[in-house]
């Protein structure tokens, strides 16, 4: 019993350190595909905080699908007068990636 809750405590503390990194990575790929210039975690700047988008689309299942479609296309008076300009140029993947960290952002 000892040993499982020790391996236990070891897998849970892989998995965060994993987390971390990928955190960590996502930001950095927000950050170069400029989606920080406009957009801070917590705070608005030009366009919404992440975690405003998050708590707007909570509950849709096809948010992250939804987001990144507005991403590639741009959009228009989702958030105010100040539109969304396209990023047809990113990766799908990358799109996906960043619109699904996007929704797991919470206040």
């Not at 897998?11 to 406009?38: F, H, P």
């Not at 975690?51 to 989702?78: E, P």
Request: proline share 5%.
């Amino acid at each position: 019993m000892k040993h499982q809750a020790v391996s236990l405590m070891l897998l849970t503390m892989g998995l965060s350190s994993a987390w971390a990194q990928n955190d960590k990575d996502i930001k950095e790929l927000l950050k170069a595909s400029g989606c920080m210039s406009c957009h801070g975690i917590d705070e608005k700047v030009v366009g919404p905080a992440f975690q405003a988008i998050a708590a707007k689309y909570a509950g849709q299942a096809d948010a992250a699908d939804t987001l990144a479609q507005s991403v590639r296309n741009g959009s228009r008076g989702k958030w105010g007068r100040i539109p969304m300009p396209p990023h047809a140029s990113l990766a799908a993947d990358d799109l996906k990636t960043m619109t699904t960290w996007v929704m797991k952002q919470k206040p």
